[in-house]
């Protein structure tokens, strides 16, 4: 969230290379830079990449929350793949840094003194946090009502990042819903809305019963107040949670994300526009996969109708008759279940390539839909008895 010092190196290009797993805002610029590069790979795999990779790790260092009476300092925020790279590396140091919410968990959410090289002890400023997301526009709420009717009581929710998951999570905290369960890569603020809404008591899990589980948690102050030494919250590392087997056993599971585009066939960009990097695979596809082998599950990817190109200054689809050339696909069209828009709300499961250009434009902006029929006849997946 904030630029880290040795990217302010003169002509840092020159002197190093910064490898990312993700994609933040502060890396994109980065990689304009010519020093930043993307590792394409699913976010549930980098902890076997850290074991077997035959490139070496010289050193590991995380920030920690204080070391308790029996040795252990808790890894707070992001068990994730941390506890893999202290395995592989030669050193590892650890920053103590007071304002760390300890994040209870298993025994990925810590790491012994045994297994620590060095200790940097300092005065540290307070956890970087996301401001309080913006009110929910009326797409976003249009977007979310239609979800939020497909949620039984019991279900287990993962929500992505942005701020139309956001806006399911604040409405289904507003709605009768009961007994909720969490299982989720990335922990947001809106599960401490639904919580404290007495929605979540996750009773219904088939596994981790009573706990809400994640692999990372980034938010507000509020929800890092609310993590810190939370019992009922578990933190884990990635390769457990975002694994497909441990997220299909799980009845009921809704998997929500969001996208950036998507084309007729069904082919979702969560990642890219075009040749430029947004963000990265993450765990989209493994709770997509997931959700849908889960008994009653389903995954929901969500999206507004258009946006802005900032460019131009026109108003463009989101649904697109083919992705743009360098565009990414991060779920494949056989994999997607549920797209959602402003207008409506699709299942592309079983559905053939006529039927799926039917359903997108049948939710697409109406500005858009003429141009888009005439794009789909062109590439033979409209018929004339297709619905005008």
Not at 100 to 115: E, S
Not at 214 to 226: C, L, V, W
Not at 281 to 301: E, M
Not at 351 to 377: C, G, K, V
Request: proline share 4%; glycine share 8%; net charge negative.
């Amino acid at each position: 969230m904030h630029v880290p010092e040795i990217f302010k190196v003169e002509n840092a290009a020159d002197h190093m290379t910064w490898n990312s797993w993700h994609m933040s805002g502060v890396e994109r610029k980065a990689i304009a830079q010519g020093f930043a590069f993307y590792c394409p790979l699913k976010y549930s795999e980098l902890p076997r990449h850290y074991r077997e990779s035959k490139d070496p790790l010289n050193v590991s260092i995380m920030q920690v929350a204080p070391m308790d009476r029996f040795g252990y300092f808790n890894l707070g925020l992001s068990a994730s793949h941390a506890q893999a790279s202290i395995q592989k590396a030669e050193k590892v140091i650890v920053e103590v840094n007071k304002n760390m919410p300890v994040c209870l968990g298993g025994t990925n959410a810590y790491v012994h003194i045994d297994q620590v090289d060095m200790i940097v002890e300092t005065d540290n400023p307070p956890i970087d946090a996301f401001p309080p997301a913006a009110p929910a526009t009326e797409v976003d709420k249009a977007v979310a009502e239609l979800v939020v009717k497909e949620i039984p009581d019991g279900a287990c929710l993962q929500l992505g990042i942005g701020g139309m998951p956001n806006a399911i999570g604040q409405m289904i905290a507003q709605s009768d819903l009961k007994d909720l369960g969490v299982h989720t890569e990335m922990y947001v603020d809106a599960f401490v809305d639904i919580a404290e809404a007495g929605k979540i008591t996750g009773a219904r899990k088939n596994f981790d019963v009573g706990r809400q589980t994640y692999a990372f948690a980034a938010g507000t102050q509020k929800m890092y107040d609310y993590l810190d030494n939370n019992p009922e919250c578990m933190s884990c590392a990635v390769d457990y949670v975002n694994h497909i087997d441990r997220v299909s056993a799980l009845d009921n599971f809704i998997s929500i994300n969001n996208a950036v585009d998507i084309d007729l066939q069904g082919q979702v960009n969560a990642e890219s526009a075009g040749t430029r990097n947004i963000s990265g695979a993450g765990g989209q596809l493994d709770f997509v996969l997931g959700a849908f082998a889960s008994k009653g599950g389903k995954s929901f990817i969500c999206l507004s109708s258009t946006f802005m190109n900032k460019k131009t200054g026109k108003l463009e689809s989101r649904i697109r008759p083919t992705l743009s050339n360098g565009s990414i696909v991060t779920d494949t069209r056989a994999n997607v279940m549920y797209i959602v828009t402003e207008y409506g709300m699709v299942n592309l499961k079983g559905r053939s390539t006529w039927q799926r250009a039917e359903d997108l434009i049948s939710i697409a902006h109406p500005d858009f839909r003429d141009q888009l029929i005439a794009e789909a006849e062109k590439m033979n997946i409209w018929k004339r008895s297709n619905k005008r």
